[in-house]
């Protein structure tokens, strides 16, 4: 099987597992950030129903896996198809994938801190941060996401 190939099959693994990650964290997102006295049966309410603190092993191998796969492609990409946009000066989609970059870098750095905060006895300042974090991993993965499907549709990917 050629690079391209492999880059692609790759690409679409990387895909897959980020689709997997952005449920369990925007599930787990919702349900830190839902109010607790939430109408039984509402959407907030559902939610709720499922422990929120079930996700977070999840989401730390989900996002490792997902940030390791996306390394691997990004080698295929910055090889073959950055100089390419570079030369098209596509300069602002270059520069929201660096955005990516760092946002991910961000992200890799809180897991500890979102692990921990997940672990620990529930009291509400500790309950505040948990959904702080919880909610700036989920816009880092969105980030993530949508800037991955943007690049992908402007220069296409092993074609």
Known sequence: MGSVHVATALAIIHGLVA???LG?????TLAALAPAGARPGSFFARFRAVRAAAFTNAVVVLYLVSA???AIVYLYFKTDISPLMERDRRWRAL???DLKEDFIAIGLGLLPAYWLC???MSTDEASRTR???TALL???TWWGFLIGHIMTDIMG???
């Open 157 to 159: 990917f092993g074609s």
């Open 131 to 133: 959904a702080a974090l």
């Open 118 to 120: 997940w672990r620990r």
């Open 19 to 21: 689709v997997a990650l």
């Open 95 to 97: 520069g929201l994938l």
């Open 24 to 28: 369990a964290v925007t599930h787990q």
């Open 68 to 70: 390791t796969l996306g």
């Open 138 to 140: 989920a816009f880092i």
